[in-house]
Every structure is written in structure tokens, then in C-alpha cells.
């Protein structure tokens, strides 16, 4: 058999690892969900799922790659043999968020160019959607590509395939100043956002609890959501990296390393969004809920006025903050695309010289109907149904899988035969009923919400849109499932 590819260090892991957790999850995705579920009414259901669902499942991850020496189809196959479309599903996920991201990505680049000459002038909220992205009236008028995003998208996946071509041996040359990097820059948008006049409002929104809103259950489902989109949990990313992990590598401590290093950096840059936020609150005589219609865009709004008001040398600080940004999203798409590509080496035993072309060819062209004037809406309820959704079923499931059918104190015991701490029961009660639960419970209440309601104020039809997509990718992994893989002939 063929020698499964290592880490060289402890450290090339677990910098891979935080650098798959760190990305724009922390920088655009946190504030403006916890924008758009009213600031400090979020932060609760944040902690709470960071902490029952975020960390033990995790150090599931981490274990389960471990033990199986394999991606996420193949060890849920090495569980049961009936359960490797769960694996599959984790990939497809993993697949519709790579194809938006690097889109993301795409805009940022742009950004870097412009903030050279900061062209988003006096008001960035009108330049980001008017002047940049040309919005269309709607989901339904896609309109034309906007060829600006396609070179910064084709940029974005030359890049990651540089690092993703030799496998862990190239991914661990670039992670360690892509980590560091964003981390110095982040403290100085921080300062410049909390010394900008009207930044306490701002923090107030962030930071003042709502206990009424905790009886609603969108901020809970949204919270788990984005716990498992940060974390790059139920997408086959940690279980790939743990994989090519050497024997008696620790799991429960990189894993509490890990989380917490992503928890406490989207935490911090809320401080930088929320501070300017509260600015904006003040010069435009409004109240911050208000500021931003959605707040999808809001990093795009938020951080350029924030440069635009740096005393000297904005540009400067321009240019650092989108290479911030792409720093931090690079090692995120990098460590998307790797478990994906890996899920066809594994089981089909292709070569990675070949998938990975091909891969991201696909990335490249599949991002392009994101890059359309109506592509902004079609990120928005991708990246809402794959979250909410499938992010949720397959943490769901694979909570319910490990926990009884391998069996969650086996696998503790496993986990605590080779870490520096020892975890206790409670990650049993965490995996067994407590994860389940929850997210049981608000799968089923979003899903009624969103059936009845709908999705945003988008029309009816894009709700529907949304629920084929789920289930497109429920049957596409039963049959990725059914295909013979190399071994089994
Ligand atoms: N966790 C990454 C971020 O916060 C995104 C990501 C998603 C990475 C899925 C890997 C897998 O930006």
C-alpha cells in the first residue's frame, strides 16, 4: 500500500488547521451574522454552540481522521459501510462553499486595487453595491459577468493551487505567514475602529446581551451554523488534515488550540466592524441597526470607511487590511478544496496531479455564476441553505454516528490515550445528547420557518431554489456513495 502523506511537525498541523478556521468566517461572516441577529443577541447562542457543539465535535474530527487514516467518505465507511454518503454529503458541502468563497475572495482582490487610491470615496456603501457590483434588481436577473471579479477569482484559485499542488509538503510552506500575518494587521484595524467618534454605540449593539431574543430560535441556528462554518466542522477539512496526522499525534489539546484561536479572533474582529459600525451610526443620524439594509456586505462597507478615516497614510492601510483579508482566506480555500480533491484520491486512488487540475478548473468555472450582477444574492442563499442546512444535518450526524453507533467513550478513550489533557465525561453527554438535541430541535423549527416564510425577502421561488440545492446534494452523495471505489473491486 501506498505511504499516506505526513506532517512533518506537530506545528505544520496545527497551523494548517487554524489557518482552515481563521478566514473571512471571522472577519466578514461573524459580524454580519451577529449584525443581522441583533449584536449582543447573538453572542449567547455563539458561546453556547462553541462550546456543546464546536469543540467536542472537533476533537470528533480530529479523532475520527486520526483512527482512520482517511477522509470523511471513507471513515464513515470504515464505521459502516452504509454511512459513507455522510462523508460524501460533508465534501459537496465543503464543494458549494469553495465555488462562492474564492468569489469572495475575487471581490477582495479587487478591493486591494482600489484601496490604493481609495475609490470608494465618500460613501462605500453605495460604491460597493452600485459602482462594484452592479447589483441587479434581484435573484432572478443574474445580468452580466463582472469580469473585474473573474480575475480576482482566477487569481484566487492560481494561488491555492501553487500551495495545494505537492500536497501537506506545500500546503506547510505558506501557512505560517499567512496566520501570522492577519493576526498583526487586526490589531490595527482594531485600535482605529474604537478611537473613531460614536464607536461606544457601536460596542453597546455588539456587546449588551438580549435575553428576550433567546427565545427565538433563527440566532441559535444561525449561531451553530456559523460555529461549524468557522470551525470548518462538518465539512471533511479537519478530518483530512487529522488524517495525514503521525501515531500518537495529540487531538484534545490541539483541539481546544484551535477553537479557540478562531473563536477569539472573529470575537476581536467584531470589535473592529462594531466600533466603526457605531461611527457610521453617528455620522448618518441613525441607530446601528439601521446602518446596513443587509448585512451581507457589511465588511465591504464597514473596514473602507474605516480606512478612508485613518489620519495618514489610508492607503496604506488599505492595502494591508485586503492583504489581511486574503491571507486569511487563503489557507481557508485551500484546506476546502484539499478534503474535497482527497475524498476522489482516496477512493478512487486518482492521483493528485490529476484531480487537483481538474478540481480546481471546476472551482474556477463554477464560481463564475457567482460573479454575475446577481450573483451577490445567489452567494447569500447558498451560503445560507448549505449552513443552516446540511452544515447542521451532517454535525448532526455525525454526533449521533460517533456517539452510538462506534460509541462515544470509545472514542474518548481513544482520544485520551494520546492527548496531553484528558477530556471528561461531559464530551460524551456533549456528542450523545446535548448536540443532537439542539440541533434537532432548531433544524426542525428553521425548516418550518423557512417552508412557511420563506428565506429573506428574497421571492418565494429562491426559497425553493434553496431546498432542491439540499436535496441535490443529498442524492449526489448517495450516488458517490454507490460508485465502486478502486479497493472494493
Ligand atoms: N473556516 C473558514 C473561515 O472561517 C471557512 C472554511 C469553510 C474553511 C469550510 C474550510 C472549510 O473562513
Do not use: H
Amino acid at each position: 500500500m501506498e505511504e499516506r502523506e505526513r506532517w512533518k511537525r506537530r506545528s505544520d498541523f496545527i497551523f494548517a488547521s487554524i489557518g482552515a478556521a481563521i478566514g473571512l468566517g471571522n472577519v466578514w461572516r461573524f459580524p454580519y451574522v451577529t449584525y443581522q441577529y441583533g449584536g449582543g443577541a447573538f453572542l449567547i447562542p455563539y458561546f453556547v454552540a462553541l462550546i456543546t457543539a464546536g469543540i467536542p465535535l472537533v476533537m470528533l474530527e480530529l479523532g475520527v481522521g486520526r483512527i482512520f487514516q482517511a477522509g470523511a467518505p471513507q471513515a464513515f465507511a470504515r464505521i459502516r459501510k452504509k454511512l459513507e454518503w455522510i462523508g460524501w454529503l460533508a465534501l459537496l458541502a465543503v464543494m458549494i462553499i469553495f465555488l462562492y468563497y474564492s468569489v469572495i475572495m475575487g471581490w477582495v482582490w479587487n478591493y486591494l486595487y482600489y484601496s490604493l487610491k481609495l475609490s470608494w470615496g465618500a460613501d462605500p456603501k453605495a460604491f460597493f453595491y452600485n459602482n462594484f457590483l452592479k447589483l441587479s434588481s434581484g435573484p432572478g436577473t443574474l445580468g452580466a459577468i463582472n469580469w473585474a471579479i473573474v480575475i480576482g477569482l482566477a487569481l484566487s484559485w492560481l494561488w491555492s493551487y501553487n500551495y495545494l499542488r505537492r500536497g501537506t509538503k506545500s500546503i506547510s510552506k505558506e501557512i505560517y505567514w499567512t496566520v501570522t500575518i492577519p493576526w498583526m494587521i487586526l490589531v490595527i484595524m482594531v485600535i482605529r475602529g474604537l478611537t473613531l467618534p460614536g464607536a461606544v454605540k457601536g460596542l453597546n449593539y455588539y456587546l449588551t446581551p438580549n435575553f428576550k431574543a433567546l427565545l427565538n430560535t433563527g440566532p441559535w441556528l444561525a449561531a451553530y451554523g456559523q460555529v461549524f462554518f468557522s470551525l470548518s466542522l462538518a465539512m471533511g477539512s479537519l478530518i483530512i488534515y487529522s488524517s495525514y496526522l503521525p501515531k500518537e499525534s495529540d487531538i484534545a489539546n490541539n483541539a481546544f488550540i484551535i477553537s479557540l484561536a478562531d473563536a477569539g479572533t472573529a470575537f476581536f474582529a467584531g470589535f473592529a466592524v462594531f466600533s466603526t459600525l457605531g461611527y457610521l451610526a453617528q455620522t448618518m443620524g441613525l441607530e446601528v441597526p439601521n446602518v446596513i439594509s443587509s448585512g451581507f456586505g457589511l465588511a465591504f462597507i464597514t473596514y473602507p470607511t474605516a480606512i478612508s478615516k485613518m489620519p495618514f497614510a489610508a492607503p496604506f492601510f488599505g492595502v494591508i487590511f485586503f492583504v489581511l483579508l486574503l491571507t486569511l482566506s487563503i489557507d481557508s480555500q485551500i484546506s476546502q478544496v484539499e478534503p474535497f480533491a482527497a475524498g476522489f484520491m482516496d477512493k478512487w486512488k486518482f492521483a493528485r496531479k490529476k484531480v487537483l487540475p481538474v478540481v480546481v478548473l471546476f472551482g474556477f468555472l463554477g464560481g463564475l455564476f457567482f460573479t454575475t450582477q446577481g450573483g451577490y444574492y445567489w452567494i447569500d442563499i447558498f451560503d445560507y441553505f448549505t449552513c443552516s442546512f446540511v452544515l447542521t444535518f451532517v454535525g448532526l450526524m455525525e454526533a449521533v454516528i460517533v456517539g452510538y453507533v462506534f460509541k462515544a467513550s470509545r472514542m474518548r478513550e481513544y482520544i485520551n490515550e494520546v492527548s496531553e489533557i484528558k477530556i471528561g465525561k461531559w464530551w460524551d453527554i456533549c456528542v450523545k445528547f446535548i448536540t443532537p438535541i439542539i440541533l434537532g430541535f432548531s433544524f426542525i423549527w428553521e425548516f418550518k420557518k423557512v417552508v412557511t416564510k420563506g428565506y429573506g425577502d428574497y421571492p418565494r421561488w429562491a426559497t425553493t431554489v434553496g431546498f432542491i440545492l439540499v436535496l441535490l446534494l443529498l442524492v449526489l452523495s448517495i450516488v458517490l456513495m454507490s460508485i465502486k471505489g478502486k479497493e472494493e473491486q
